[in-house]
């Protein structure tokens, strides 16, 4: 029996976009290569809200988020986490030599501006990371606020973290001054995985023009010049079949209307959180509750990977904590193509389960 997925990642894939990476085969250095990748470009554009520069990655987010912290990086990196995901980038940053400090905030919490203008008056930071939705914790953090802090430290990158958000919540890249804007294929934007993208700003490649030592597969610099020198191309075989895919839901998420997908997002995320509210409790602060995914504390001490057994029997899977909060959290996903029906469909089905 297939389990439909209310999981942070992979999501349900609609058949018609599965249907377009059967798609033939053209030639990656071809013409039609090149068009193709505009035309996302264009797209993707729109849906960041910015007129800088697209790069795709055949890999998942953390390619591209590995490769930004190296590529722009000149002297120290601010990593904040909210979680394990914002660990996981000071990782990257700790395992490619670049120097970098951890800025943790207590699980459930999230970056607080204030934090950040602490950390930036030092003067010992050139690039700031901030994870914008923590799928371990169900933590939105506050861009707008946090943007605003930046543009006091104009000589700072801002790197953002949007793989479970983009598609979800409203990202105004140009507006926030974010300067790299990261997300991938099986979030919100509703595909399988394998394909990662960001924007990326000028004065980012500028900035990472000074860094010696980027890499190779995810230099910045490498990738940016290819797109703009060698019509739209990439140094490496990229996944044509992602991209045929992704230029179509592209489409689909514009022709749905961004605001009216935003909302259908946020109102997903208000049903479930009303429910948990009534039957256990919230993980994340109630100030900056994600519209993608809801961490819920597990107050009756379910066994999740039993509740998962039952769900399976009757086609749903949710997803257990992670991390630190495994098994004293669980997580309902709300994203991409999930309709309020489906959602509904779902807690119906964990009401009869439980018994609530």
Known sequence: MHKRLFIPGPVE?????????????IGHRSKDASELQKRISDKLRQLMYTQNEILLSTSSGSGLMEGAVRSCTRRRAAIFSIGAFGDRWYKMAASNGVPADLI?????????????????????????TITHNETATGVANPL????????????????????SSLGGHKIEADK??????ISSSQKCLGLPPGLSLCSVSERAIRAAEQVPHRGLYFDFVELYKFVKEKNSQYPSTPSLAHMFALDFQLDRILAEGLDRRFERHSQMARRVQGWARQHFALFADERYLSQTVTCIRNTRELNIPELNKTLGTRGYQISDGYGAVKGLTFRIAHMADTTLQELDDLLACLDDVLQL
């Open 13 to 25: 894939v609609r058949p018609d976009v599965l249907a377009h990476m059967s798609e033939p085969m």
């Open 104 to 128: 943790q905030s207590e699980l459930g919490s999230a970056t607080t501006p204030e934090r950040v203008d602490q950390a930036l008056a030092t003067g010992l930071y050139d690039v700031v």
């Open 144 to 163: 707008a606020e946090i943007s605003d802090v930046m543009k006091r430290y104009p000589d700072v990158l801002l790197l953002v973290d949007a793989v």
């Open 176 to 181: 926030l001054g974010i300067d790299i804007l």
